[in-house]
Structure formats: structure tokens, C-alpha cells
T-cell receptor
Framework: EAGVAQSPRYKIIEKRQSVAFWCNPISGHATLYWYQQILGQGPKLLIQ????????DSQLPKDRFSAERLKGVDSTLKIQPAKLEDSAVYLCASSHATGAYGYTFGSGTRLTVV | KNQVEQSPQSLIILEGKNCTLQCNYTVSPFSNLRWYKQDTGRGPVSLTIMTFSENTKSNGRYTATLDADTKQSSLHITASQLSDSASYICVVSGMAGGFKTIFGAGTRLFVKA
């Protein structure tokens, strides 16, 4: 089975610019997650989708971050405007239903804000 | 508060040696515990997953143990290889206020030749 696809792999932008990341989950996985992983820390959940509905976005900085999952498949995560502290790896993961049996991560997008 | 704490923060061992990584959690009620391996620049990859009724799970040279009473888990790596150099992340899921998944900060393992 194909894995979780993410693009781009790397992105460097200046502060106050905008950026978008794309994720294609494993086929048939209803749940999609976006995580932010700052260097030396574990991943932090930003937003969780079940099909095309938002299940949990309590830790998403909504003044600058937005995400959508149109048609319940692919998803995009956007940051506008970016701040220096947004420099991190953005991981996308997908799973069946609640993820009780584990989920699969993509390779991530490494964002550097300068 | 639901927490997952891992120790040590980092570890250096010689190739061929064994090591054990620790994970303590307070997530309750508990659903499952997973160990992930994350190579530098890559996403985490699942090593083991254990539910409440399981107290050990192996995946090759990786063996995870779980004590649900003391809320502790360990990941034992046998006969380490240079390719084991990575971060190992403990992830605990539970039903506190809806299904929640909490990630530990990880243990950074360096295997030296």
C-alpha cells in the first residue's frame, strides 16, 4: 500500500510570507492529522479531520493557520503570515477511524522561516 | 493532566550493546501505547502497539513492555546497530474527554561504532 504523501519536503520563506503544505493520505483512511514538530520535541497535534469534518483543532493557532480537507481525501495546511517560531517539521498522518490501531505518518515538510 | 514522559532524553551506546528506553504516562483511561522510531528528517514509523491486556510485544530486535498498573512502558533494543540511531517516541492513547493521543518528547539514541 502506498504511504502518506507530503509535499514539499523542504520550504524556506521569510517571516510574514505565506506557505501551504499538501498531504495525500493512505487510500481508505478516514482520519487525517496535521502535526507540528519543533526540533527536539515530540509532535504536537494541530488539527484532526474525520472525512472532511474537523474533529479537533484546539491547538491550531487559528489567527494564522488554516487547514482544509475537501472531499475527505487530500488536505492542505496553510500559514499566513508566518512567524520565526513556525520553523518546524509539519507531519501529516492518516488512520482508520479513531486511530486506535495506530496511524501512518508521511515524511513531513521541513519549514524554515527566516 | 494527561502526560507522557520519556527518559533518558538522549543516550549514546556502542554498536552491539543493548539499551532500554523508558516511558511513564498518566493518560487515563488507557487505550493503547505505541512506540515509534523517527529517523532524522523522516516521519515516525510504528514499531509496536500494545493494548491494556498486553504486557509485551516484539518486533525484531525491539521489545516493548507495558505495566498498565504502574503506567510504565519500556523499549528494549538488543544488539544495537548503527541504523538504530534515531529518536524513539512513546505515544499513549486514551479516552479522557474523548479519544486523545499524547506524544512523548522522545529519546534520542546515538549508536557509535
Amino acid at each position: 500500500e502506498a504511504g502518506v504523501a507530503q509535499s514539499p519536503r523542504y520550504k524556506i520563506i521569510e517571516k510574514r510570507q505565506s506557505v501551504a503544505f499538501w498531504c495525500n493520505p493512505i487510500s481508505g483512511h478516514a482520519t487525517l492529522y496535521w502535526y507540528q514538530q519543533i526540533l527536539g520535541q515530540g509532535p504536537k497535534l494541530l488539527i484532526q479531520f474525520q472525512n472532511n469534518g474537523v474533529v479537533d483543532d484546539s491547538q491550531l493557532p487559528k489567527d494564522r493557520f488554516s487547514a482544509e480537507r475537501l472531499k475527505g481525501v487530500d488536505s492542505t495546511l496553510k500559514i499566513q503570515p508566518a512567524k520565526l517560531e513556525d520553523s518546524a517539521v509539519y507531519l501529516c498522518a492518516s488512520s482508520h477511524a479513531t486511530g486506535a490501531y495506530g496511524y501512518t505518518f508521511g515524511s513531513g515538510t521541513r519549514l524554515t522561516v527566516v | 493532566k494527561n502526560q507522557v514522559e520519556q527518559s533518558p532524553q538522549s543516550l549514546i551506546i556502542l554498536e552491539g550493546k543493548n539499551c532500554t528506553l523508558q516511558c511513564n504516562y498518566t493518560v487515563s483511561p488507557f487505550s493503547n501505547l505505541r512506540w515509534y522510531k523517527q529517523d532524522t528528517g523522516r516521519g515516525p514509523v510504528s514499531l509496536t502497539i500494545m493494548t491494556f491486556s498486553e504486557n509485551t510485544k516484539s518486533n525484531g530486535r525491539y521489545t516493548a513492555t507495558l505495566d498498565a498498573d504502574t503506567k510504565q512502558s519500556s523499549l528494549h533494543i538488543t544488539a544495537s546497530q548503527l541504523s538504530d540511531s534515531a529518536s524513539y517516541i512513546c505515544v499513549v492513547s486514551g479516552m479522557a474527554g474523548g479519544f486523545k493521543t499524547i506524544f512523548g518528547a522522545g529519546t534520542r539514541l546515538f549508536v557509535k561504532a
